[in-house]
C-alpha cells in the first residue's frame, strides 16, 4: 500500500523544507565534488521563480498559487498612488489567502515557521512564526504564547546581516545561531500532529549575499561558507530520514543566486538619460520628471492623476514606454560591454488581475551577476558594495520523491501540487499549474 501511495503521490500529509536563496547549480556543483550528501542529489531539479526576483515577491507566490497582480506584492518597498509616500509590504497588503489559510479552512493541522511575508502573523489551525519582517518574536507567532517555547530554545527569527559590514565573523557567529535554533525549533515539532508542516531557513539567503562570492573566487571566507552549507545538508538529510511514511517531503528554494558583477543604479541612468530631473528622494519628484525607479529595476511613468506629482499626460505614456525600453536595453558594463540588461516587461506582459494596476510600468530583469538599484542619491551608475552575491531568476530548485513531472517548474506551481499531493480540490484562480 506504501508502494501504491508514492506510486499515485498522494499520502495526504505534506512537509515542506524551504532553503531561502539556494540555488540548483551550486547545490549540483558542491554534490558532485562530494561536499554535499543530500543537496543536489537525486531528484533535486531546476526550478524558475519570479519577476523581480526578492524573497517577498517570490514567497507570496509559492504561498498563493498566483502571480502578483492577483496577491499585491510586488517588491520590497512600493509606493502609495497620488502620495510622495513609501511602504514596505507585509502581510496585511496581501490581496489572496495563504495555503494554510486555505488548508485551515479544510481542517487540516498547519505547522508555518519562518515563512517571509507571514507577519503580522494570521490565526491558523495550528501554529504560525512569523518570518521577514518580524522584528520581535513575542509579536510574531500565533497562538501568542508560542513565541515563549521559542526565546526558551534560543530561537532567532533573522541572522543580522549589518554585521556582514562590520565584522564578518560575528556575522557568521550569528547566522549559526540562527540556524541552530531554527533547528532545534524543526526537530521538536516535526512529528507533531501535522497535515502541513513547512520551515523555511533565512540564513543561507543571508551567507550568500555576502559570502558566495568568496566561495565562487575561493576568498578568505570560503571554507567558512562551505562549513555553514555542509551544516545545511546535514539537516536536509535529517529531515528525509525522518519523515513519515504517510508524508510527501518537498525541499526547495526561492531563487537562485549568482556572484555579483556590479550594483546598477537606474535612477542614475533615468537622470542621465533626461527621464528623471536631479532630485535626492521619491518625495522629491516634479511634474517635469518623467519616470522613476523603485528596487529591484521597477520603472515607472510619472503618469499625470497617477503619481502624486505626475507630469507625463496619457497621450504620451507609450512614447516613454517605448523610449525606456528601446534605450535601457542598450546598457552596458562599461569595463566588459556586456549588455546589463537580459530583458524588460511592460506590466501587461507578466501581471493580471485585479491587483495588476499597482504594479510598475516596466520590469527590468538583469544579465545573470547585475543588481538593480534604486538610490536617488548616488552619481554613479555602477558601483559595488559590501555584497558579493545577487539573485538569479531560473537557478532555484526543487526537491520532491513523490511521482511529479518536472517540465520546467516554476515556483507557483507549488501550491496547486500540494494540494493534488494532499487529495484537496483547488481553489479558483490559481495561475500555477499541479506538477503530479
Known amino acids: 500500500m506504501g508502494f501504491l501511495k508514492r506510486l499515485l503521490g498522494k499520502k495526504k500529509k505534506v512537509t515542506v523544507l524551504a532553503l531561502d536563496g539556494v540555488p540548483y547549480s551550486m547545490c549540483?556543483?558542491?554534490?558532485?565534488?562530494?561536499?554535499?550528501?543530500?543537496?543536489?542529489?537525486?531528484?533535486?531539479?531546476?526550478?524558475?521563480?519570479?519577476?523581480?526576483?526578492?524573497?517577498?515577491?517570490?514567497?507570496?507566490?509559492?504561498?498563493?498559487?498566483?502571480?502578483?497582480g492577483k496577491h499585491n506584492i510586488f517588491g520590497f518597498i512600493d509606493r502609495v498612488p497620488g502620495s510622495s509616500n513609501l511602504y514596505i509590504p507585509d502581510a496585511t497588503y496581501l490581496k489572496e489567502p495563504a495555503l494554510w489559510g486555505h488548508l485551515s479552512d479544510m481542517g487540516k493541522r498547519c505547522f508555518v515557521m519562518n515563512v517571509p511575508m507571514t507577519y503580522p502573523p494570521s490565526e491558523i489551525n495550528g501554529k504560525l512564526v512569523s518570518g521577514f519582517l518580524c522584528g520581535d518574536?513575542?509579536?510574531?507567532?500565533?497562538?501568542?504564547?508560542?513565541?515563549?517555547?521559542?526565546?526558551?530554545?534560543?530561537?532567532?527569527?533573522?541572522?543580522?546581516?549589518?554585521?556582514?559590514?562590520?565584522?564578518?565573523d560575528r556575522f557568521l557567529e550569528d547566522i549559526h545561531i540562527a540556524f541552530d535554533g531554527r533547528e532545534r525549533a524543526l526537530f521538536k515539532h516535526i512529528h507533531g500532529d501535522w497535515d502541513f508542516f513547512?520551515?523555511?531557513?533565512?540564513?543561507?539567503?543571508?551567507?550568500?549575499?555576502?559570502?558566495?562570492?568568496?566561495?565562487?573566487?575561493?576568498?578568505?571566507?570560503?571554507?567558512?561558507?562551505?562549513d555553514y552549507y555542509k551544516k545545511v545538508d546535514s539537516m536536509v538529510g535529517r529531515v528525509m530520514e525522518k519523515v513519515d511514511e504517510d508524508t510527501d517531503l518537498i525541499v526547495m528554494s526561492d531563487h537562485g543566486f549568482a556572484p555579483l558583477k556590479k550594483e546598477v543604479q537606474l535612477n542614475t541612468w533615468l537622470k542621465e538619460k533626461g527621464y528623471l530631473g536631479d532630485t535626492g528622494s521619491y518625495s522629491g519628484l516634479r511634474d517635469e520628471d518623467k519616470a522613476f525607479s523603485l528596487i529591484p529595476g521597477r520603472i515607472y511613468v510619472n503618469l499625470k492623476g497617477r503619481e502624486f506629482n505626475g507630469g507625463v499626460g496619457v497621450p504620451k505614456y507609450e512614447e516613454v514606454l517605448d523610449d525606456i525600453s528601446r534605450d535601457i536595453k542598450s546598457l552596458v558594463d562599461p569595463d566588459t560591454g556586456r549588455k546589463v540588461i537580459q530583458?524588460?516587461?511592460?506590466?501587461?506582459?507578466?501581471?493580471?488581475?485585479?491587483?495588476?494596476?499597482?504594479?510598475?510600468?516596466?520590469?527590468?530583469?538583469?544579465?545573470?551577476?547585475?543588481?538593480?538599484?534604486?538610490?536617488?542619491?548616488?552619481?554613479?551608475?555602477?558601483?559595488?558594495?559590501?555584497?558579493?552575491?545577487?539573485?538569479?531568476?531560473?537557478?532555484?530548485?526543487?526537491?520532491?520523491?513523490?511521482?511529479?513531472?518536472?517540465d520546467d517548474p516554476n515556483i507557483m506551481d507549488i501550491y496547486p501540487t500540494i494540494l493534488d499531493l494532499m487529495d484537496i480540490k483547488k481553489t479558483k484562480g490559481l495561475d500555477g499549474r499541479s506538477l503530479i
Not at 507567532?141 to 565584522?167: C, W
Not at 520551515?199 to 571554507?223: K, P, S
Open 28 to 68: 549540483k556543483r558542491l554534490y558532485k565534488k562530494g561536499e554535499f550528501s543530500y543537496l543536489g542529489g537525486k531528484d533535486f531539479e531546476q526550478m524558475s521563480s519570479v519577476y523581480p526576483t526578492i524573497s517577498s515577491v517570490a514567497w507570496s507566490t509559492f504561498m498563493t498559487g498566483k502571480n502578483p
Open 137 to 168: 518574536l513575542n509579536k510574531g507567532t500565533y497562538p501568542p504564547e508560542f513565541a515563549k517555547e521559542l526565546n526558551g530554545m534560543g530561537y532567532k527569527i533573522d541572522p543580522d546581516s549589518t554585521l556582514a559590514m562590520e565584522d564578518m
Open 198 to 226: 513547512m520551515v523555511q531557513f533565512m540564513g543561507t539567503d543571508r551567507i550568500n549575499h555576502f559570502l558566495i562570492g568568496d566561495w565562487a573566487d575561493d576568498g578568505e571566507y570560503a571554507e567558512e561558507f562551505i
Open 343 to 406: 530583458k524588460v516587461f511592460r506590466r501587461d506582459e507578466i501581471y493580471h488581475g485585479d491587483s495588476a494596476k499597482n504594479g510598475a510600468d516596466l520590469i527590468v530583469h538583469p544579465t545573470r551577476g547585475y543588481d538593480l538599484k534604486g538610490s536617488f542619491k548616488s552619481t554613479e551608475i555602477f558601483d559595488k558594495g559590501p555584497r558579493t552575491g545577487v539573485h538569479t531568476y531560473k537557478d532555484a530548485f526543487l526537491y520532491s520523491e513523490a511521482n511529479l513531472t518536472l
